[in-house]
């Protein structure tokens, strides 16, 4: 995504997972053609800054599926008998270790995984944040949550399902008070007003 960062949330996700699909082809192809037993294969993501969004947004293009070794395209996840292809969506967490890419620890480090809208370093008027997200074209709109990409991200299922299925998940936040492009609340998931314990390592 270096140098394409201005279309938007959608379009840098979609990029990604298409290089991570594209590595894992290869990883299994070369295998296949060395005639080396199929390693277990495992996938973590780490995404800084705007490259979190990216990376939550990939998952639900990501192929959970490894190609086989006989010729065939792809092999499937699940058990044998089952004809759910291991794609990203609603699939379940029943994936077979020898069959399937695993996915790991998913990471990001000071992302704006709230938008950045009423999230700025200095409070900005939603009138005045308008002409900001133009300037930034859809990726700033994205950002102040002029469109629908933030609320898709937080509630869709298509990006929710494989999310749960990384066996860790962590969002690093840097200190209060001290991030000025991603301020805490929006890095931590962290509402102000909540009432619900926070833990300040």
């Known amino acids: 995504n270096e140098g394409k960062t201005n279309d938007g949330i959608a379009a840098g996700g979609s990029r990604l997972a298409e290089e991570i699909n594209s590595l ?6 070369e295998n296949n053609s060395q005639n080396h037993p199929r390693p277990e294969m495992t996938l973590s993501i780490c995404g800084n800054s705007l490259g979190g969004l990216y990376a939550r947004r990939a998952l639900a293009d990501i192929r959970w599926d490894i190609p086989l070794d006989q010729g065939q395209d792809t092999l499937i996840a699940g058990n044998e008998n089952d004809n759910t292809v291991g794609n990203g969506g609603d699939t379940d967490n029943s994936l077979h270790p020898n069959r399937s890419l695993i996915p790991m620890l998913f990471v990001t480090t000071a992302t704006p995984h709230l938008g950045v809208s009423q999230h700025t370093y200095i409070p900005l008027p939603r009138a005045v944040e308008y002409p900001i997200a133009r300037i930034l074209d859809q990726t700033g709109q994205d950002l102040f949550r002029f469109s629908s990409v933030m609320e898709e991200l ?21 200190v209060f008070g001290t991030d000025f492009q991603v301020p805490t609340p929006t890095a931590a998931f962290w509402a ?8 300040v390592e």
């Open 24 to 29: 894992v082809e290869y990883i299994a192809k």
């Open 154 to 174: 937080t509630f869709d299922p298509r990006f929710l399902a494989p999310l749960r299925r990384f066996q860790q998940r962590i969002a690093y936040a840097n």
């Open 192 to 199: 102000l007003d909540s009432d619900s314990p926070h833990l």
